[in-house]
């Protein structure tokens, strides 16, 4: 129950305290007064969405703050304690508005979030305004109402979280689809360039030894000439040079016993001999390898000439470029192979999560339908209530129906046929007939805003069970009624306040008169600053004063008075 609310520089709101009490509470005054300003603050204190153009003028912020008495096992209590928050003493909420775009909320003096603020606020109070009138137009909000109703929020929302799931897998195999059937057109080519690059079975650095060789080709005739005639002069000649230093050799060898620099001498040019001939040997052995066969060369400049037409073809700059783009190749032919057994079990997950999805889809419509029958009888019956006794109110639950190919949404999907998104599989549409001989048409054709009022006042009557709220609020609840139905609705929300706190702006003395507190909003001009004020109005006389105001406008005559008296008595 909301037991106080303050509010602190608030649009035309400069200072303002309320405290509530349980049962009905209404809240009159002149249009413009700020009575709707109080239920926006309420709104904002229950996680409503805030804006620094609400700060009042010439103000840095503006101060929100209620106190709310819960039970120890009630939802929001629950909430607090899951946080940390001692809920013993009830719940305080403040809000702080900055005029700089920076806010603050807080919740039992421990600085929050607006996503706690929601959590805890959940099941603490409903406010049904002009915005919720023209919200029940659109029938995108009847499909909440009905879930509402229904209490299948929790698998609607394993219905959102499977589609959540679903849609990116599908639209991510859809992509692996179209791209390896892009491959698959690609890999004649890339088979080619592998079996091209294959066939020619290059070896790393291979056009470096390449060049190497073929240097050696063309200048092998001269090499072998070379070493031949260095062959000939150091041993197969005439007059070689071992015969000459044999000679040497042999005549200072007479001398040896004589002198030991001539006996080391003649060491060393004994050593050179043998070194000589290693080096003819050596010399021999090259030549006899030395390949003089112009084939040969041919062959490696083919060879040369092929590594060099690939690195072209392929544009690569080098023998290495060009090896690694063939290992890319060859990691493209893979991946493609990897990409379709990935499609396969994506497509595996894919079925599972849609058949999943189509049997909770399906669930969620039929439980839908078995409620809609049973809130629209509610509905009908809380409407001959309200002095709509020949109503007609039906819930249409239909499956939603698959658009042309061409219009439908990227993120469509479907099972056998019935568009699937993530609310389900339905549409659902609150039709109307007020009058008998009429067709039940939807809500937005053919309801004035006086039925509009009505149906959201059942509805929210309805709901509330539902809910298990603790505080209701009524703004505009009076729109377009008046006389008998007025009456009508000042019960109806007698009756509510009998279980639940209700607290109801109206302009209409027919339901004020049913209030248990009765609260006068003013607008008034100090020093040149308008301000709004509120008066409890507890003693009889001012209620009965401002209930003939309501009757009576500006001009209150005693017989309006007497009326007002009259009218106030009947509800006591």
Sequence with gaps: ?????????????????????????????????????????????????????????????????????????????????????????????????????????????????????????????????????????????????????????????????????????????????????????????????????????????????????????????????????????????????????????????????????????????????????????????????????????????????????????????SLEDLLTFYGELKEKISGSEHMAEKIEAMGEQCRALSQSLGKMALDLSKKRKKAAIKLAKLAENELKTLEMNQIRFTIVVNHSPLSRPEKQPKDLFSINGMKITDTGMDKVSFLMAPNPGEKPRPLARIASGGELSRVVLALKAILSHTDDLGTLVFDEVDSGIGGKTSDKVGIKLKALAEKYQVICITHLAQIAKYGKTHYKIEKQVINERTATHITPLTQKKDRIHEIARMMGGSTISQATLDHAAELLDSNL
């Design 1 to 317: 129950m909301l037991s106080e609310l303050a509010i602190k520089n608030f649009a035309i709101i400069d200072d303002l305290k309320i405290s509530f009490s349980r049962g009905l509470s209404v809240l009159t005054g002149e249009t413009g007064a700020g009575k709707s300003i109080i239920i926006e603050a309420v709104n904002l204190l229950l996680g409503g969405r805030a804006s620094a153009d609400l700060v009042r003028t010439g103000e840095k912020s503006a101060h929100l703050e209620a106190f709310f008495d819960i039970s120890l096992d009630s939802p929001a209590a629950t909430v607090l304690k899951s946080q940390g928050l001692d809920p013993s003493e009830g719940l305080i909420i403040r809000r702080i508005i900055n005029a700089n775009g920076r806010h603050r909320i807080f919740i039992n003096s421990t600085q929050s979030t607006i996503q706690l603020l929601k959590q805890v606020t959940g099941n603490l109070a409903s406010i049904s305004s002009q915005h919720a009138h023209q919200g029940l137009l659109k029938e995108d909000n009847h499909l909440d109402i009905l879930d509402h109703f229904a209490g299948i929020w929790p698998l609607r929302n394993k219905v959102k979280a499977t589609w959540n799931e679903l849609m990116p897998l599908i639209r991510e195999l859809e992509h692996l689809k179209a791209t390896i059937t892009k491959r698959t057109e690609d890999n004649q080519l890339l088979k080619f360039q592998i079996d091209e690059i294959d066939q020619a079975n290059i070896s790393p650095k291979e056009d470096i030894l390449l060049e190497t060789q073929k240097k050696r080709l063309k200048s092998g005739s001269e090499i072998f000439t070379c070493l031949k005639t260095g062959i000939n002069h150091i041993y197969t000649g005439e007059d070689t040079i071992l015969e000459k230093l044999d000679t040497i050799k042999t005549g200072l060898e007479k001398y040896t016993p004589l002198d030991t620099n001539i006996a080391q001498v003649a060491e060393k040019l004994s050593r050179t001999m043998l070194e000589l001939e290693d080096i003819t040997d050596e010399m021999r052995h090259i030549s006899t390898g030395i390949d003089l066969d112009p084939a040969t060369l041919e062959e490696t400049e083919a060879r040369l000439d092929l590594i060099q037409k690939l690195k072209r073809k392929y544009g690569q700059t």
